[in-house]
């Protein structure tokens, strides 16, 4: 909300979710995410003069300090550079780690989508988008970017990411896959497939 400061655009939520804390035990779940965003010197500016990076910021730290039980970001660090993309990434991973919350990440970078996640869903596009291949991840947790770049099977589940963007790429579809759903397509109409 444009007209209220950062520390107070966290402290909505927080006052909803925590209502029997004592006020300075919200104060200080609000200054220990909006210091964990890196904007501990802009608690009391309005978000309304922030940059979009910034109010970025304020979003995810009013997520992360709600404690939820499922946490749906979508494109969370789009805006960042990447020096702060990649510190809120690791506080991402960290509270992931201290609470254990179920979290959703929709992304379309490659290299965030395997460093934070257990099970990366690619989905097809098109106005008929569908879950086209699901990939686990197996790489131990606690991750870094450097131990991320380490792992042997890194580099596998890029290219299986990658080979998947290139086979639907502007709504195309593999050939092989192509096969199927015409016949769905045709089993849905009532016509048989050629």
């Known amino acids: 909300m444009p007209w209220l400061t950062a520390r107070q655009n966290v402290a909505i939520g927080v006052?909803?979710?925590?209502?029997?804390?004592a006020r300075f035990e919200r104060n200080e779940i609000v200054a220990y995410y909006l210091?964990?965003?890196?904007?501990?010197?802009?608690?009391?500016?309005?978000?309304?003069?922030?940059s979009n990076g910034m109010k970025q910021r304020v979003g995810?730290?009013?997520?992360?300090?709600?404690?939820?039980?499922l946490l749906l970001l979508d494109e969370p660090f789009g805006m960042l550079d990447s020096l702060t993309r990649w510190e809120l990434q690791e506080l991402l991973m960290d509270v992931w780690t201290r609470t254990q919350v179920t979290a959703i990440c929709v992304t379309h970078d490659v290299?965030?989508?395997?460093?934070?996640?257990?099970?990366?869903?690619?989905?097809?596009?098109?106005?008929?988008?569908?879950?086209?291949?699901?990939?686990?991840?197996?790489?131990?947790?606690?991750?870094?970017?450097k131990?991320?770049?380490?792992?042997?099977?890194?580099?596998?589940?890029?290219?299986?990411?990658?080979?998947?963007?290139?086979?639907?790429?502007?709504?195309?579809?593999?050939?092989?896959?192509?096969?199927?759903?015409e016949i769905e397509i045709a089993a849905d109409s009532g016509q048989e497939a050629a």
Not at 35 to 50: F, N, P, Q, T
Not at 137 to 142: G, S
Not at 159 to 180: N, T
């Open 147 to 181: 131990t991320l770049l380490e792992h042997p099977n890194y580099y596998q589940y890029r290219q299986e990411v990658l080979g998947f963007l290139a086979d639907y790429e502007a709504g195309g579809r593999p050939e092989s896959r192509r096969q199927d759903n």
């Open 35 to 50: 210091e964990r965003v890196g904007l501990g010197s802009h608690l009391d500016k309005l978000a309304g003069e922030m």
């Open 15 to 21: 006052d909803k979710v925590y209502p029997h804390a």
């Open 60 to 69: 995810i730290a009013r997520a992360f300090a709600l404690s939820p039980k």
């Open 111 to 145: 290299d965030e989508a395997i460093l934070l996640a257990d099970r990366v869903v690619m989905m097809t596009n098109g106005p008929f988008a569908r879950i086209g291949n699901v990939m686990s991840v197996d790489i131990p947790r606690p991750r870094t970017r």
